[in-house]
């Protein structure tokens, strides 16, 4: 089977078993989030962001970034990556990221089930609040 998705004999199936949310994707999603951190002290010096990663096997399928109260936690949750973004205790917005293949064949990101996202645009969905405090 062909892996072209304009080829008639498309094999979508194998396709869409390797455009599944993952260890790789979840530990792509923290590289991008620790890179738009790093960025924004360069930009904002005297911010500092505390990252926080599980040290076993079944904590290493999630990561917080933290500030001053705020934080955001990205934690593997079977086929999605469930996104808690917390301003306050009152305060928690929840968003879960998947995968899925489109119609013209290409790997997307959505989140809750809607859009087609880039890992970036991810992120800076989870980060901005804990950045500016604004939900």
Not at 42 to 52: E, I, K, M, R, S
Not at 87 to 102: A, I, K
């Amino acid at each position: 089977m062909k892996l072209n998705p304009k080829d008639h004999d498309f094999d979508w199936v194998t396709a869409r078993q390797k455009c599944r949310v993952d260890m790789n994707f979840k530990n792509e999603l923290r590289s991008a989030a620790k890179q738009a951190c790093d960025a924004w002290d360069f930009a904002y010096p005297g911010y500092h962001f505390a990252f926080l990663d599980g040290s076993s096997p079944e904590s290493s399928k999630y990561f917080t970034v933290s500030r001053t109260g705020r934080s955001a936690a990205f934690a593997l949750d079977g086929a999605s990556i469930k996104v808690s973004v917390s301003l306050d205790p009152d305060s928690t917005e929840v968003f879960h990221v998947t995968r899925t293949l489109s119609d013209d064949g290409r790997c997307i990101i959505q989140i809750d089930g809607k859009g087609d996202y880039l890992v970036w645009q991810v992120v800076r969905r989870a980060l901005q609040p804990v950045m500016t405090g604004v939900m």
